[in-house]
């Protein structure tokens, strides 16, 4: 079973950059028809996907986002990172990591991370 885990700061102070790496455990992340996305929740509102990196290392953003983020991966750790510049008060929230297995039209979100806090504050 595949397992995902956040990793990165706590508080990252207004202006400076975040990143964030979610690690893979029982799975690998360029098996075909799998890929991974990277997903917020500020607080008292709903989701917000950011964006993904497909198995084969393609990516995709979220328009209102694609100037300040970018995903990359390192598949001989079978990680993958999500990088934000220029954060303020508005990127607190919750970053999780999840799983996508997407062949033709089918799409499915089958594996979350647990979620990581994040909060920009000076």
């Known amino acids: 079973q595949v397992q995902l885990q956040e990793s990165g700061p706590g508080l990252v102070k207004p202006s400076q950059t975040l990143d964030l790496t979610c690690t893979v455990s029982?799975?690998?992340?360029?098996?075909?028809?799998?890929?991974w996305t990277w997903i917020r929740q500020p607080p008292g509102k709903g989701l917000e996907w950011m964006g993904v990196i497909d198995y084969d290392g393609t990516t995709y953003y979220n328009e209102s986002l694609t100037s300040r983020t970018s995903i990359s991966r390192d598949a001989s750790k079978n990680q993958f990172s999500l990088h934000v510049d220029s954060v303020t008060p508005d990127d607190t929230a919750v970053y999780y990591c999840?799983?996508?297995?997407?062949?033709?039209?089918?799409?499915?979100?089958?594996?979350w991370g647990q979620g990581a806090q994040v909060t920009v504050s000076s």
């Open positions: 999840a799983r996508i297995f997407h062949y033709s039209a089918y799409v499915r979100y089958d594996s």
């Open positions: 029982g799975g690998t992340i360029t098996t075909q028809f799998y890929a």
